[in-house]
Structures are given as structure tokens and as C-alpha cells.
């Protein structure tokens, strides 16, 4: 869907008309997209954007729930006023707790990972990582990262974070493959830190895509890539298409006239016709940004 891929690029704005169109058409997902778009592209909670959280929230769809009982700044609930078929935050957070959870009872992971997200319980996260949830292992893995979780031994600590970051990566989740990557380098292994980085490139990851592309027109390279300036010019350029999507154009102008220096004007043809092919044949670009 063009709105969510708009959206997954930092093009809230830009969003909202496609998204309006498959949020009139009932389509939930599109609700609670459209909803995050005016809000942020507002940068508070907007009726508009109240209204379609609501409309996706009573399809069922808990991170709709989950936004909705966050929206304590009202007026009317600071008041203790609002319209009696409204519901309140308090509301939103317990139809929230009951729909993940008659979900988590099931074994949906995903749910599994809302449960932790309404409540904070740490057991939720873990619940979901266990069961395969990629997002979880991988929030997981960060949470241990940052000194969260008991380890007798550093050691231990940091195998443990290999392994959820490995299981995120594995479950195809982009920002997973990249800490994967990041873990392969501190552990000087630059085969598995080659591989991860590619993967997360095709995947369409903009961190990923940036740095293959960067790392394809390094000679020496640092991490063991093969100069390819053609194929480093086109990732590159794939980037500078973003258009300002997350600020990401001005790193690409700090490298892509320098990778352009080296090449002759065979090569930049080259590299252009690999860009639409690649374009072609891969999924858009996106910042995969956590839907909550």
C-alpha cells in the first residue's frame, strides 16, 4: 500500500491522502496508519486522527486501542466531561488488555508483544521473543544490550544478545539483521557482518542500503567488500531518491560525489540502468520504524 510505504519513509504528510482513501474504504490497517500520520505530521492528537484510531480501534485492532488509551492530554477527560458514547483512555487500555490477551492465550506472538507493550511486563516481551515474534527478539536483544536483565557473567550477557538478535535476523526482521551485523563485527567476524549487511539491503532497510552501498566504494574496504563503484553509485542514489524522507540526503551528499569521482560516464550509465533494475526487483525502501 502506497500510503504505509509513504508513511515507513518519514512522508507522514505525503501519506495521508493515500491513506485516507483505503481508511474510507474500511481498511483497518489504513485507519490506524492514517491516524499516526496526522498525528505526527500535527505533532499532537488531532480530531481527524482521533477518528480514525476509533474506527480502527472498533475493528479490533489493538494498536489502535493502545494509541486511543494513551490520549490523556484531552480536554474533556481532564474535565471528567466527555460525550457519554465516548470512551475514555482508561477504556481504550482495558479493551486493549482483553483483545491481546484472549489473542496471547492462543499463542500469537504478536499479541504477546502488546500484552508487554499496555503493561510493561517484562515477561510479555520474553513470552513473545520465545515465540517467534521478530520484533520482540529483537527488543529484546537491544534491552540486554543496554544492561537490562540479570547475567552472572558478561559473557553470558552478550550470548544472549547474539541469540536474539541472530533470531530476529533470521525471522526477517531488517533492524534485527543489521544488530546481528553490528554483534558480527565485535566479534571480528566480518563474513557473517557482510552477510547480515547485505540482507538488510535487500530487504529494503535504509541503514542497511547505506551501508552496503557506502561499503562497495571503499578501497580498501574495512570490512572486506569488493570494490564495485557501479553498484555503490546506484544504492547510493536509491537513498538520494528518498527526498528528504528522515533527513538522509545530506549524508548521501557527503559520499556520492566522491564515489562519482572515480568512475567514468560509462560507468554512471551503468549504474543507473542497475537502479531501476534493482528498484524493480526488490521492496521499497523503508526506515522500518516500530509500528507503537
Not at 173 to 196: H, I, Q, T
Request: aromatic letters at 12%; charged letters at 25%; proline letters at 4%.
Amino acid at each position: 500500500m502506497q500510503g504505509i510505504t509513504l508513511y515507513n519513509q518519514f512522508k507522514a504528510t505525503s501519506a495521508v491522502p493515500f491513506l485516507e482513501l483505503a481508511a474510507q474504504a474500511g481498511d483497518h490497517e489504513a485507519q490506524y496508519y492514517l491516524g499516526e500520520a496526522i498525528r505526527k505530521s500535527k505533532r499532537y492528537m488531532t480530531p481527524e486522527a482521533k477518528n480514525a484510531y476509533e474506527a480502527s480501534a472498533l475493528q479490533g485492532d489493538i494498536y489502535s486501542m493502545i494509541r486511543l488509551a494513551g490520549d490523556t492530554n484531552d480536554l474533556c477527560v481532564a474535565m471528567g466531561n466527555c460525550p457519554k458514547d465516548r470512551k475514555e483512555p482508561g477504556e481504550w487500555r482495558k479493551m486493549a488488555l482483553d483483545t491481546a490477551s484472549v489473542e496471547a492465550a492462543k499463542g500469537n506472538a504478536e499479541s504477546m508483544y502488546l500484552m508487554f507493550r499496555v503493561t510493561g511486563d517484562d515477561k510479555w516481551l520474553e513470552k513473545s521473543a520465545k515465540n517467534g515474534f521478530s520484533l520482540a527478539q529483537f527488543s529484546l536483544a537491544t534491552k540486554y544490550q543496554e544492561g537490562g536483565g540479570f547475567f552472572l557473567l558478561p559473557a553470558s550477557r552478550l550470548a544472549a544478545v547474539e541469540r536474539w538478535m541472530k533470531a530476529s535476523a533470521e525471522g526477517g526482521y531488517p533492524p534485527g539483521m543489521m544488530g546481528l551485523a553490528a554483534v558480527s563485527v565485535e566479534k571480528n567476524d566480518l563474513e557473517s557482518f557482510r552477510l547480515w549487511n547485505e540482507k538488510a539491503a535487500a530487504s529494503g532497510y535504509v541503514e542497511g542500503v547505506f551501508g552496503y552501498g557506502s561499503y562497495l566504494g571503499e578501497d580498501p574496504s574495512n570490512y572486506g567488500f569488493k570494490l564495485d563503484l557501479v553498484k555503490s553509485y546506484a544504492l547510493l542514489s536509491l537513498i538520494y531518491e528518498l527526498d528528504g524522507g528522515g533527513h538522509v540526503r545530506r549524508d548521501i551528499e557527503d559520499v556520492l560525489p566522491d564515489i562519482a569521482k572515480k568512475m567514468s560516464p560509462e560507468q554512471i550509465k551503468e549504474a543507473k540502468v542497475f537502479l531501476e533494475n534493482w528498484k524493480s526487483s526488490h521492496p521499497p525502501l523503508s526506515f522500518f520504524p516500530d509500528k507503537l
